[in-house]
């Protein structure tokens, strides 16, 4: 796409001297194709990354609505964590600094509430925050969002997954019905879809190219001995090689599923198996140390894996075949996020020479056997997944939030919002997951700290 300078756009004069000063010449891909159509007030879902010029996009928009005559909150910006909040704050208050007199405040969890309180009854004309805080500032009344234009929700994928819909939700409902909703996403699916369509009217939706890719799959098949020890070497060194974070073993058993995750366990790795003799608790624990990173292999039945909600994995190893080529195909296509691709290996023995006939040609493709990995590599240790969970012995019941959580954790600054996890509230649990060298650390806060003014069990699961 060829480049467009910002003095394209009817853009306040300030602003546009601002962009040249800030060396900002030329728009980025993400704002040369969503600035055109938040200038012109429709809602907007732009799927980007962070580092894309996102903060700009809607800065500008928020920019160009706003009155600084009339003090009262104009727009709100909703981010996951505080450190994303206060960067999406520098940023817009630099893209601001040739307009008098704008009042940006930010309000996040895990920040004293005493001088937040403050700050508003001076009144702001955007507010950036995290959405438990803002929730909070909306119940006690010291937030008003009666004539609110414009509501961002930057990074929506993640406070989705760190569990904010509700508070989301909560938000909105105080909020002019005919605001201007725009949504910043890196993937937009399942959970996401669902708020968009909530939350937002008739909404333009941008993409910029690197994640516009359609999802890949490079399948690789490997002959293997009809026994469970040639299979679990192969699983094993296929691990060893492409070190997923997340990845599905599929077995046609129950009995496999625990036989697999027992022997990957022994080995060192962290896996758990899935299967329908899982009590629904269980079941809910497994979900959860896996969606949030806390296990990386998950050794499971097709139907077990039905309720998987996990967007993308790094790659799904068949154990054995599929009975079948389309439950074969439903497999593999769990692998490979947006814009990156995902891996499928699949081991066969000489006994499914029938069923390969059939899925090359279901597949349209011819079927090489590859070579599997160096036995060298069954020298290395087994990677560690890359979080913890710790369960809190508190949840909705006790009217826990994510964001006392999230709070509680990142208060005093010796843990970052970015080595905290997914968060799950149940009705009498919650799980957070944190990165694995804090996770003394979150322990020893969470413990021997208090939540909602009350002290709960923690401990690593
Ligand atoms: P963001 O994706 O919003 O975090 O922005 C990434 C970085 O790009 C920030 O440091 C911005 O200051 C910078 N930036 C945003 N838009 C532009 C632009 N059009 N030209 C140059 N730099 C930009």
């Known amino acids: 796409m060829s480049q467009l300078p910002f003095s394209e756009l009817k853009l306040h004069t300030n602003v546009l001297e601002n962009l040249s000063s800030l060396n900002y010449d030329m728009m980025t891909p993400i704002q040369a194709k969503s600035l055109p159509h938040i200038l012109a007030g429709k809602d907007v879902i732009a799927q980007s990354q962070t580092g894309s010029g996102k903060t700009a996009a809607f800065g500008l928009g928020l920019l160009e609505k706003l009155d600084v005559k009339k003090m009262h909150v104009q727009s709100l910006v909703l981010c996951p964590t505080r450190e994303l909040a ?259 290996c699949t081991l066969f023995t000489l006994r499914d020479d029938y069923k390969m006939t059939v899925l090359g040609d279901y597949l349209e493709r011819d079927i090489n056997a590859e070579a599997l990995p160096s036995k060298n590599l069954l020298k290395e240790s087994a990677f560690k997944a890359v979080m913890t969970t710790l369960q809190i012995g508190g949840g909705k019941k006790q009217k826990l939030r994510p964001g006392d959580i999230l709070g509680a954790l990142t208060a005093g600054n010796d843990i970052a919002g970015k080595q905290v996890g997914k968060i799950h509230v149940m009705d009498q649990w919650a799980y957070v997951a944190v990165s694995r060298d804090v996770s003394k650390l979150a322990l020893k806060k969470l413990g021997d700290g208090k939540l909602k003014g009350r002290s709960f069990r923690v401990r690593v699961i």
């Open 86 to 344: 206060d960067q999406v704050a520098k940023e817009l208050r630099k893209l601001a600094r040739t307009v008098p007199n704008v009042k940006i405040l930010t309000l996040c969890g895990g920040m004293p509430m005493r001088a937040q309180l403050g700050s508003l009854e001076y009144g702001a004309h955007m507010i950036v925050g995290t959405p438990g805080r803002i929730e909070d500032h909306l119940n006690r009344g010291s937030l008003q969002l009666k004539a609110l234009q414009i509501l961002v929700m930057d990074e929506a994928d993640r406070m989705l997954e760190m569990g904010f819909q509700s508070a989301l939700d909560a938000i909105v409902k105080h909020t002019p019905e005919q605001r201007q909703t725009l949504l910043f996403s890196a993937t937009f699916q399942g959970q996401t879809k669902s708020i968009a369509k909530r939350m937002m009217q008739q909404p333009v939706i941008v993409q910029v190219a690197s994640t516009h890719d359609d999802k890949s799959i490079e399948q690789h098949f490997y002959q293997v001995g009809d026994d469970d020890e040639s299979r679990l070497q192969a699983i094993r060194l296929l691990l060893l090689q492409y070190k997923p974070e997340s990845a599905v073993v599929f077995c046609n058993t129950k009995r496999e599923t625990e036989d697999v995750a027992n022997a990957l366990i022994y080995e060192g790795f962290s896996a758990l198996a899935l299967n329908g003799d899982l009590e629904q608790r269980d079941r809910d624990q497994v979900m959860v140390r896996f969606a949030n990173k806390s296990v990386s292999i998950l050794v499971a039945t097709d139907v077990a894996a039905r309720g998987l909600d996990i967007d993308g994995l790094d790659a799904v190893i068949n154990y054995e075949l599929a009975h079948d080529s389309e439950i074969h195909v439903h497999r593999i296509g769990r692998t490979g996020r947006a814009g990156k691709q995902g891996v499928a």
